[in-house]
């Protein structure tokens, strides 16, 4: 039982900024990656951001210099810092992480509700 949790997002003008939190809670113990991922068309999500245990990055293209990907390993959390806002970013943000036990299994990670960010312009 593993629950990904989200907050952060909401309505702000362009140039603005927003921080999206994801605290993971219940069977998890050893989370690998973590990542924030954006809705696109036909049900697909596209990476946006992505945190290994180690600390090591990796960021889509349109928001590399903008957008910073962080992680509290002591409270199994990720943070995605979103500055400089642009109405393009507007989307349904949502959380994933990967544990250990589900990565030797062969199997996929979770994911949290999605948090709706707006930007206008």
């Known amino acids: 039982q593993v629950q990904l949790v989200e907050s952060g997002g909401g309505l702000v003008q362009a140039g603005g900024s927003l921080r999206l939190s994801c605290a993971a809670s219940?069977?998890?113990?050893?989370?690998?990656?973590m990542g924030w991922y954006r809705q696109a068309p036909g049900n697909r999500r596209d990476l946006v951001a992505s945190?290994?245990?180690?600390?090591?990055?990796n960021y889509v293209d349109s928001v590399k210099g903008r957008f910073t990907i962080s992680r509290d390993n002591a409270k199994n959390t990720v943070y995605l810092q979103m500055n400089s806002l642009k109405p393009e970013d507007t989307d349904v943000y949502y959380c994933?992480?990967?544990?250990?036990?589900?990565?030797?299994?062969?199997?996929?990670?979770?994911w949290g509700q999605g948090t709706q960010v707006t930007v206008s312009s």
């Open positions: 219940g069977s998890i113990f050893e989370i690998l990656n």
């Open positions: 945190i290994t245990s180690g600390g090591r990055t």
């Open positions: 994933y992480a990967l544990g250990r036990s589900s990565q030797a299994m062969g199997l996929g990670g979770y």
